[in-house]
Every structure is written in structure tokens, then in C-alpha cells.
């Protein structure tokens, strides 16, 4: 599955962004999703996740009450909403598909994920 993501941009500290990641697989609804960060000289983070249907969100403590993860199956499109942003959520921005039928994976596992877009960069600026 090839997943294209966008959105990323430069952003003062409290401005919004909203990230989105196309799949080019039809049975996206079948997936799991997730988003994660990496920032330069660190390691890759969780930021959020979904499961299929939307039956149940995810949020990393540090971005829990600003960021919301949706998805549109019909478009194949998963989408980060990221409000108030502060300089600590710099970083590349990922999203990355679970295929693991059964709804058991740890979803903020960077290994539970099995398909990976190239990243949209995201700077902000206090």
C-alpha cells in the first residue's frame, strides 16, 4: 500500500494545521492507522491512532486535547488535525497502516504497523 501524506507547512506556536495521508488501496477501511513524528536526533514517536470504523481513538499524552485523528474510508484519507501548536511538535510527520485482523496490535508501536508514507515535514515556530 502506498500512502502519500500532506499538510505539513511552517506554523507560528498556537496556529493549526491538518495533515492528510491518501492510501492507494481500496480496502483502506480494513486498516488501522496511526501518526507519528520524528524530530531530528530522536527517535520516532507515537502521536495518534485509529481503528477501523473509527470505533476507537488513541492519543499520545503529549498532543491528547490538541490533535484529533479521523479518517474518510470513502477517500482513502487519514487526517491529524493539530491545534495550539507549540515548538515541541516539530518534526517529520508519518502515517502508517495496520493490518492485523483481530484489533489486538499495540497501536502505539512504531513495529505494529506495516505500510509507511515518506513524511511531511511540520516547523513550529515560537
Known amino acids: 500500500v502506498q500512502l502519500v501524506e500532506s499538510g505539513g507547512g511552517w506554523v507560528q506556536a498556537g496556529g493549526s494545521l491538518r495533515l492528510s495521508c491518501v492510501a492507494s488501496e481500496r480496502t483502506f477501511s480494513r486498516y488501522a492507522a496511526g501518526w507519528f513524528r520524528q524530530a531530528p536526533g530522536k527517535e520516532r514517536e507515537f502521536v495518534g491512532a485509529?481503528?477501523?470504523?473509527?470505533?476507537?481513538?488513541y492519543y499520545a499524552d503529549s498532543v491528547r486535547g490538541r490533535f484529533t485523528i479521523s479518517r474518510d474510508d470513502a477517500k482513502n484519507t487519514l487526517f491529524l488535525q493539530m491545534n495550539n501548536l507549540k515548538p515541541a511538535d516539530t518534526g517529520t510527520y508519518y502515517c502508517?497502516?495496520?493490518?492485523?485482523?483481530?484489533?489486538?496490535?499495540?497501536?502505539?508501536?512504531?513495529?505494529?504497523?506495516?505500510?509507511w508514507g515518506q513524511g511531511t515535514q511540520v516547523t513550529v515556530s515560537s
Open positions: 502508517a497502516l495496520n493490518s492485523d485482523p483481530t484489533g489486538n496490535s499495540r497501536y502505539d508501536r512504531a513495529n505494529s504497523y506495516d505500510d
Open positions: 485509529i481503528r477501523r470504523n473509527s470505533a476507537y481513538t
